[in-house]
């Protein structure tokens, strides 16, 4: 497997402290991987199928309206899996630095997305991950500007707009992060430039796939 730790901006340490905002904030946003990284991330995604997502979703009273295409749980290999080991790797070393870790180890990601938000797209109005999604949610802009926004509930109070330029990680407090059970509500609008974007979860209801 090809190293893709030359193309990372962090460190253990420096990851650990940027995760401690997720315990009072929900979020942190940092630059997590150069140039030539996101670039070589985006030719992997630019060759997933992608497909119009359902414009509304949600039950009755709580429906999220939703402009983007989104590719989802693609098997072949690509240097999408060397980020993510290379990611995933420091993730428990920073969870390890934390102590007490605020999740068991070894943590691993079994869920992956990439999202395409055409200039002009509405984004997604404000919504919390579902409860399978534990630990930490982490989106990486590949490309294009749109604005990141968190806030208090789904009439945008008290909203808060996160940097998320190329490079940029926007990672999220899942469920279960350090015994907390709520998420934060997020929201992505002003598309002013196709945004692409690369999201790694944790589905609790999935097996987490184990090297061999």
Not at 68 to 77: L, Q, R, S, V
Not at 178 to 188: F, N, T
Request: glycine share 6%.
């Amino acid at each position: 497997m090809p190293d893709f730790n030359p193309y990372l901006l962090t460190t253990p340490s420096s990851l650990a402290q940027a995760m401690k905002l997720l315990h009072t904030e929900g979020v942190a946003a940092f630059p997590l991987v150069n140039h030539d990284g996101c670039q070589k991330i985006l030719a992997a995604v630019n060759n997933l199928p992608f497909r119009a997502c359902t414009p509304v979703v949600g039950p009755k009273g709580k429906e999220v309206e939703q402009d983007f295409e989104i590719a989802m749980n693609f098997d072949h290999a690509s240097i999408l899996d060397d980020y993510q080991a290379a990611f995933e790797k420091q993730i428990n070393q920073a969870f390890a630095l934390m102590e007490p870790s605020p999740y068991p180890l070894p943590f691993s990601f079994n869920d992956k997305a990439a999202l395409i938000y055409k200039e002009g797209s509405k984004g997604i109005t404000p919504h919390r991950d579902l409860l399978c999604f534990e630990a930490v949610i982490a989106i990486l802009t590949l490309s294009g500007e749109a604005g990141f926004y968190i806030c208090d509930d789904r009439e945008k109070n008290n909203a808060r707009r996160y940097s998320a330029e190329p490079g940029v990680m926007i990672l999220m407090r899942g469920r279960n992060f350090a015994g907390i059970e709520d998420r934060p509500y997020h929201y992505v609008e002003g598309v002013s430039k196709e945004r692409v974007g690369y999201g790694l979860r944790y589905n609790v209801k999935e097996p987490v796939e184990k090297a061999t």
